[in-house]
């Protein structure tokens, strides 16, 4: 072997019997851990992201230098980047809200008090499948959603009273959604009247003024919707299922907050209100 590596004997067996170096060990505990959570994250997590988490666990880590693990890893982020935005139907002759969010997306804080809303579709191979979602805006939270087969008034409605039992929020609390007929709905406006919420509505065709729902559908697209081509709505409401619960609003981190996931900031804010009771 070593006539073929044209190495001498005596270098070989000093290879054989040098320890490795702190350097290389500390690499390799970098490699194992950042592959951990590149495969944890279904191959979503790119360099700064696996760099927060790995600062979490005390490592000294530079994105740069994640980056070069990756890259000799042969591991890079499956999330794709093509997305256009979507706006349900406006043109009726319902009842507007005044818009009373007006793009202040950071006046929230405390949990459940205002939460922003969506519809957005997904192709598969059977046909399209929507999602309808409640986003708490403090906390970024999916608190809410309802696939179904068409963008019906109960759609928005099954989704809001799934928030609704989960959270629990007071009386007060902003709703801000589009001007989509579901939400301007005699049925949605009632029921939103029932939980003592303020309705709170966009301007006509500003898909700016519901900006971080519309951001959230565009990271479900392009962290999963996008990866994958649903044969069938089952497969999507399967996947769809794992990626809300388990992934999203439990592990994936966000930088507004803190690199802390939804769930993991929901905990510590309440925490942290106790403490100082």
Not at 78 to 90: G, I, L, M, N, Y
Not at 115 to 120: F, G, P, R, S
Not at 156 to 161: G, R, W
Request: aromatic fraction near 12%.
């Amino acid at each position: 072997m070593c006539q073929v590596l044209k190495v001498s004997r005596s270098g070989y067996y000093k290879w054989r019997t040098t320890p490795r170096s702190e350097q290389k060990k500390r690499k390799e505990v970098l490699a194992k851990r950042i592959e951990y959570h590149y495969y944890d994250s279904d191959g979503i997590y790119g360099s700064p992201k696996i760099t927060n988490e790995l600062r979490k666990e005390g490592h000294r880590v530079g994105v740069k230098t994640v980056g070069r693990i990756m890259r000799e890893k042969g591991i890079r982020s499956q999330a794709t980047v093509k997305f256009r935005v979507q706006t349900t139907d406006s043109k009726h002759s319902l009842p507007i809200a005044h818009n009373w969010l007006n793009q202040h997306f950071n006046v929230c804080t405390r949990p459940n008090q205002v939460w922003v809303t969506d519809i957005t579709y997904i192709r598969t191979r059977q046909g399209m499948i929507y999602l309808a979602s409640v986003m708490d805006l403090f906390t970024r939270k999916i608190v809410g959603w309802q696939l179904g087969t068409r963008m019906t008034v109960d759609l928005v409605l099954d989704a809001l009273k799934y928030a609704y039992a989960a959270q629990k929020p007071p009386k007060g609390l902003i709703h801000h959604s589009d001007r989509g007929s579901q939400y301007a709905s005699a049925e949605y406006r009632e029921q939103l009247k029932t939980y003592h919420m303020i309705r709170s509505m966009s301007r006509k065709g500003n898909c700016y003024d519901n900006a971080c729902i519309e951001s959230f559908h565009s990271i479900l697209k392009r962290e999963l919707v996008y990866r994958y081509k649903f044969q069938t709505r089952q497969e999507a409401q399967q996947r769809i299922y794992w990626y809300l619960e388990f992934f999203y609003n439990r592990k994936r981190t966000h930088s507004k907050l803190g690199y802390l996931s939804p769930d993991r900031f929901e905990s510590q804010y309440y925490k942290q209100l106790k403490r100082a009771a």
